[in-house]
């Protein structure tokens, strides 16, 4: 059977939708997920210091054992960029950075422990001061120093301009992060132009991305950014995407071949997992 992996999802067990979604995913033919942490705000938790941040990985790897008896979850946990930013507003750019240094190495521990896979880290995707600018892309680059000495993948939430990819490459490249494990999350479906650099595309799978991204190649992996926030219905993409997608273009003439890269070879590689159906 062939496996199709939701290469990021968040599943809110608090106040969202949590294991129905999962159910809805695995309905539509889903069977393996990587369920990220979302930002502490919200999930109702407010952040003083970096251990406060073990909540909100808590949560999320409770959701992935959770969602892991319908599915195989694996926990992604790190810090949202825009949680920086957020805290460098209230309490100071150095305390912030203190606190976020201090999230990701508890992230790391995580993996360490085999609790998560990866490490979720990046900048902001909207323009901010240029220290702050600096100040995100050095915790970006620690968190990837991070990932390469634990050996697993990061997980990259950032802007999508035409320079993004490249830049980010360069960083990763000096933190000497291996290609397969810079993960571009909410990614466009530039499957060509990664090929060259040091990022593996998480393609967003709005309308005509897929097979834009198949029409450039294989090395790519499918993902709905799911937010479970009831308040935000059909504000993204449904747990069903995914599956939906795969199927409809399997069915209109795309080599089931190339699924087993996108939703099996491809996660394996980045993850260092192992995927089976
Ligand atoms: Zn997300």
């Known amino acids: 059977m062939l496996p199709i992996t939701d290469d990021h999802m968040h599943i809110n067990i608090i106040g969202g939708r949590g294991v129905e979604a999962i159910k809805e995913f695995r309905n539509a033919g889903g069977t393996h997920v990587f369920i990220v942490s979302l930002p502490a705000g919200e999930l109702g938790l407010k952040v003083m210091r970096g251990d406060d941040f073990r909540v909100a990985y808590d949560i999320t ?46 992230a790391a521990e995580y993996v360490a422990e085999g609790k998560a896979v990866a490490i979720k880290s990046g900048r902001p995707h909207y323009p901010v001061a240029g220290d702050l600018w600096k100040a995100s892309n050095d915790l970006m680059r620690y968190a990837m120093e991070l990932c390469r000495e ?26 000497g992060m291996p290609p397969h494990r810079v993960i571009k999350h909410f990614s466009p479906p530039l499957v060509k132009e990664c090929e060259s650099l040091n990022v593996f595309p998480s393609v967003i799978c709005s309308k005509g991305a897929l097979e834009e991204a198949l029409s450039q190649g294989t090395r790519f992996m499918l993902e709905t950014d799911y937010i479970d926030d009831p308040r935000r219905p059909g504000a993204v993409l449904g747990p069903r995407t995914v599956p939906r997608k795969t199927k409809e273009a399997i069915r209109n003439g795309a080599p089931e071949e190339a699924f087993y890269k996108i939703h099996k070879d491809n996660p394996e590689r980045s993850y260092g997992i192992k995927i089976e159906c």
């Not at 054992?65 to 209230?90: C, D, M, Q």
């Not at 634990?150 to 933190?175: F, R, V, W, Y």
């Open 61 to 106: 790897v409770e959701a992935a054992r959770r969602a892991s008896e319908h599915v195989k979850a694996y926990a992604v946990v790190g810090v949202h960029p825009a949680e920086f930013i957020g805290l460098a507003e209230s309490m100071g750019m150095e305390k912030a950075y203190a606190i976020v240094k201090d999230g990701l190495e508890i």
């Open 150 to 175: 634990k050996g697993c993948a990061i997980q990259l939430h950032t802007e999508s301009e035409p320079e993004t990819m490249k830049s980010i490459s360069d960083i990763a490249k000096q933190a």
